[in-house]
């Protein structure tokens, strides 16, 4: 019995043949990897270097290179947000966009909800400074925000 | 202000504009056609003709670069920058989601010229609309013989191939990207060899950035007159100039009124883009400062506004260079102690670790503006996040690649431009209310 489910596998598998080397799967592997488990657990790096025919460490050194990765006890809620906190952002009240959801939701940078709905994170330039300031929601960037329509974002979340 | 046609934006914003029928009702994929019907060599005579320069930060002249392949390679790639991630930036963001076929067909382009069979889109993940955008655009394009084997029956088999990064600024750097494209950490390569000689699956490889092959797109289109006929001539006083010509895709953020990306002909003055374009400094407020190019830039004084925003022209005032024209204004009420610790904290996030020079530098000069900010700074501190900031880059030759060059220039430009700023915050010993301070997290 594996530990990645056959579609898991099969979307690893199906990435192959756009790359002359199979090591150049491991961002892609592990992008569906988390995308359904919202962490990367051990078993799964191994089944990756198997596929992949890579050595598990080598899998782990990308994996924990990219900070977007996470392992199981920092596993992701079913929503990522991400605050933007860089320049732009925070010249036009990004700061405090960020500190009131935390304030509002009881969270740390970096945390997720008890019941698991959303992470919430700080980043770096989102490339939507036009907006500024913003949040990512997932991929999808929500701009111009203050503390009230991003917990309207927050509130139309699915659970 | 003289009328400019955009072209980049032409499209941008009306309705169904990255469809690939739009697109063709608009003239789209001539270009290509055009350039199928030329040798490669042609091509690239006609970017270099044109005095395309890299839009993605380090202004390299385009088709000289596509020159330095070997002659006798057999297989070529194409690694599309689209990580945009210097603090400022979004200009290829907008093109990607908003017409995202000019590149495609830029990309068609470029390969031609370039021999090349297989091209990446290394796109930074959070862009998930350029995602999706850039996804249908190339399998409508397969569908329609624009890629895929025989290209409008022109004998010559093209793969483009998207690839999402994972939260780094690092692969925006292109040997960074490289090594992130092969699957490993995004630790830049020592050069030489450069890419072109030895780059992704240690084969030769053309590296560009998303704005840059549009252009090639509409320099194939409208000729090399047209692109010249905008910009700014080589400086005499400055024989490494090979001028800048062409429209620019300006992205204007911060504190102004009307915040978004302007197109327009090289060579505008930062008084001019803010004022004209982007609706003046906000609340009535004068500029205090203004990074020209994305913030490993520097910054411009109020006194400099007049600098033109081309190649040449912030390097003349004492900036790192035009870098990606990402403008970021900073009003007078701002003070510049806080938007330094910002611009640091983000290039010690983002240093990937692997040179000790600007591992250590961006973590220590992030350390002493914490402390100047929480009240306990000495006025020796100044003095040394210079003699930090001096010592880390490719300039000093410390260090592999050039973020660390873009987290020293700030630190420069602010402490020899707004020396009183710093002077003042640490005989105060006042203590910052930025919230991050609090919130930890780096
Ligand atoms: C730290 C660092 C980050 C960079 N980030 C980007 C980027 O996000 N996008 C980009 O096109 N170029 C970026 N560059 C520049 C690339 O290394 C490279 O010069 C460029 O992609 C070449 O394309 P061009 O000649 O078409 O501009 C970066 C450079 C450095 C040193
Ligand atoms: S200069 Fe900094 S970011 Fe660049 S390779 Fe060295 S440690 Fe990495
Ligand atoms: S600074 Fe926040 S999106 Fe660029």
């Given at each position: 019995?594996?530990?990645?489910?056959?579609?898991?596998?099969?979307?690893?598998?199906?990435?192959?043949?756009?790359?002359?080397?199979?090591?150049?799967?491991?961002?892609?592997?592990?992008?569906?990897?988390?995308?359904?488990?919202?962490?990367?657990?051990?078993?799964?790096?191994?089944?990756?270097?198997?596929?992949?025919?890579?050595?598990?460490?080598?899998?782990?050194?990308?994996?924990?290179?990219?900070?977007?990765?996470?392992?199981?006890?920092?596993?992701?809620?079913?929503?990522?947000?991400?605050?933007?906190?860089?320049?732009?952002?925070?010249?036009?009240?990004?700061?405090?966009?960020?500190?009131?959801?935390?304030?509002?939701?009881?969270?740390?940078?970096?945390?997720?909800?008890?019941?698991?709905?959303?992470?919430?994170?700080?980043?770096?330039?989102?490339?939507?400074?036009?907006?500024?300031?913003?949040?990512?929601?997932?991929?999808?960037?929500?701009?111009?925000?203050?503390?009230?329509?991003?917990?309207?974002?927050?509130?139309?979340?699915?659970? | 202000?003289?009328?400019?046609?955009p072209v980049l934006l032409r499209r941008v914003g009306k309705p169904n504009s990255a469809s690939l029928e739009t697109y063709r009702a608009d003239?789209g994929?001539?270009?290509?056609?055009?350039?199928?019907?030329?040798?490669?060599?042609?091509?690239?005579?006609?970017?270099?003709?044109?005095?395309?320069?890299?839009?993605?930060?380090?202004?390299?002249?385009?088709?000289?670069?596509?020159?330095?392949?070997?002659?006798?390679?057999?297989?070529?790639?194409?690694?599309?920058?689209?990580?945009?991630?210097?603090?400022?930036?979004?200009?290829?963001?907008i093109i990607m989601e908003g017409d995202p076929h000019q590149i495609i067909?830029?990309?068609?382009?470029?390969?031609?010229?370039?021999?090349?069979?297989?091209?990446?889109?290394?796109?930074?993940?959070?862009?998930?609309r350029s995602?999706?955008a850039l996804?249908q655009a190339?399998?409508d394009?397969?569908?329609?013989?624009?890629?895929?084997?025989?290209?409008?029956?022109?004998?010559?088999?093209?793969?483009?191939?998207?690839?999402?990064?994972?939260?780094?600024?690092?692969?925006?750097?292109?040997?960074?990207?490289?090594?992130?494209?092969?699957?490993?950490?995004?630790?830049?390569?020592?050069?030489?060899?450069?890419?072109?000689?030895?780059?992704?699956?240690?084969?030769?490889?053309?590296?560009?950035?998303?704005?840059?092959?549009a252009?090639?797109?509409?320099?194939?289109?409208?000729?090399?007159?047209?692109?010249?006929?905008?910009?700014?001539?080589?400086?005499?006083?400055?024989?490494?100039?090979?001028?800048?010509?062409?429209?620019?895709?300006?992205?204007?953020?911060?504190?102004?009124?009307?915040?978004?990306?302007?197109?327009?002909?090289?060579?505008?003055?930062?008084?001019?883009?803010?004022?004209?374009?982007?609706?003046?400094?906000?609340?009535?407020?004068?500029?205090?400062?203004?990074?020209?190019?994305?913030?490993?830039?520097?910054?411009?004084?109020?006194?400099?506004?007049?600098?033109?925003?081309?190649?040449?022209?912030?390097?003349?005032?004492?900036?790192?260079?035009?870098?990606?024209?990402?403008?970021?204004?900073?009003?007078?009420?701002?003070?510049?102690?806080?938007?330094?610790?910002?611009?640091?904290?983000?290039?010690?996030?983002?240093?990937?670790?692997?040179?000790?020079?600007?591992?250590?530098?961006?973590?220590?000069?992030?350390?002493?503006?914490?402390?100047?900010?929480?009240?306990?700074?000495?006025?020796?501190?100044?003095?040394?996040?210079?003699?930090?900031?001096?010592?880390?880059?490719?300039?000093?030759?410390?260090?592999?690649?050039?973020?660390?060059?873009?987290?020293?220039?700030?630190?420069?430009?602010?402490?020899?431009?707004?020396?009183?700023?710093?002077?003042?915050?640490?005989?105060?010993?006042?203590?910052?209310?930025?919230?991050?301070?609090?919130?930890?997290?780096?």
């Open positions: 019995m594996s530990f990645l489910s056959e579609d898991l596998r099969q979307k690893i598998i199906a990435e192959l043949p756009k790359y002359p080397t199979k090591r150049a799967v491991t961002l892609p592997a592990l992008h569906h990897v988390q995308d359904v488990l919202r962490c990367v657990p051990l078993e799964a790096i191994k089944e990756i270097a198997e596929i992949l025919e890579l050595h598990p460490a080598e899998v782990h050194d990308t994996m924990s290179f990219y900070g977007f990765f996470r392992d199981p006890e920092h596993k992701l809620g079913k929503n990522r947000l991400q605050v933007c906190r860089s320049l732009s952002c925070m010249l036009r009240g990004g700061e405090e966009v960020l500190a009131e959801l935390c304030q509002k939701y009881h969270l740390q940078p970096g945390d997720t909800t008890p019941d698991g709905k959303f992470t919430l994170e700080f980043a770096e330039c989102l490339g939507a400074c036009e907006g500024a300031p913003c949040m990512l929601v997932n991929d999808e960037c929500y701009l111009s925000l203050t503390t009230e329509t991003a917990s309207e974002v927050i509130e139309k979340l699915g659970s | 202000m003289p009328t400019f046609e003239g994929y001539r270009a290509l056609e055009k350039a199928l019907r030329m040798t490669p060599a042609e091509v690239t005579e006609t970017v270099k003709s044109a005095g395309l320069r890299g839009r993605g930060g380090a202004g390299f002249p385009t088709g000289l670069k596509w020159t330095f392949l070997p002659k006798d390679a057999t297989t070529v790639y194409l690694a599309v920058n689209a990580d945009e991630s210097e603090p400022g930036t979004f200009n290829n963001r067909e830029g990309i068609a382009i470029a390969c031609h010229a370039i021999k090349c069979g297989t091209a990446y889109i290394y796109l930074r993940y959070e862009f998930g995602y999706r996804k190339i399998e394009c397969y569908a329609a013989n624009l890629l895929g084997k025989n290209i409008l029956g022109s004998g010559k088999d093209l793969d483009v191939y998207l690839h999402r990064g994972a939260g780094a600024y690092i692969c925006g750097e292109e040997t960074g990207l490289i090594e992130s494209l092969e699957g490993k950490r995004a630790w830049p390569r020592i050069k030489p060899p450069f890419p072109a000689i030895e780059g992704l699956f240690r084969k030769p490889t053309i590296v560009n950035n998303i704005e840059t092959l252009c090639v797109t509409h320099i194939l289109d409208r000729g090399i007159e047209w692109f010249k006929s905008m910009g700014v001539p080589p400086d005499p006083a400055n024989p490494r100039d090979a001028g800048s010509y062409g429209p620019k895709l300006y992205c204007v953020s911060g504190h102004v009124n009307k915040p978004g990306c302007y197109e327009l002909p090289m060579g505008i003055t930062a008084r001019a883009l803010i004022d004209d374009y982007a609706g003046g400094v906000w609340k009535g407020r004068k500029a205090k400062a203004v990074v020209p190019g994305g913030m490993s830039m520097g910054f411009l004084t109020e006194k400099e506004l007049d600098t033109p925003l081309d190649f040449n022209g912030p390097g003349k005032v004492g900036c790192l260079g035009l870098g990606t024209a990402a403008v970021m204004v900073v009003d007078d009420q701002t003070n510049m102690v806080e938007v330094l610790y910002n611009s640091c904290r983000f290039y010690s996030h983002e240093s990937c670790g692997q040179c000790t020079p600007c591992r250590e530098g961006t973590a220590w000069m992030t350390k002493i503006l914490e402390r100047i900010l929480d009240g306990r700074g000495q006025l020796r501190d100044i003095d040394l996040l210079l003699e930090v900031a001096n010592g880390i880059g490719i300039i000093p030759g410390t260090t592999i690649c050039g973020l660390s060059d873009g987290a020293a220039w700030p630190v420069k430009n602010a402490i020899n431009k707004y020396r009183s700023d710093f002077e003042d915050w640490i005989k105060s010993g006042r203590k910052s209310t930025l919230v991050s301070l609090k919130m930890g997290g780096h």
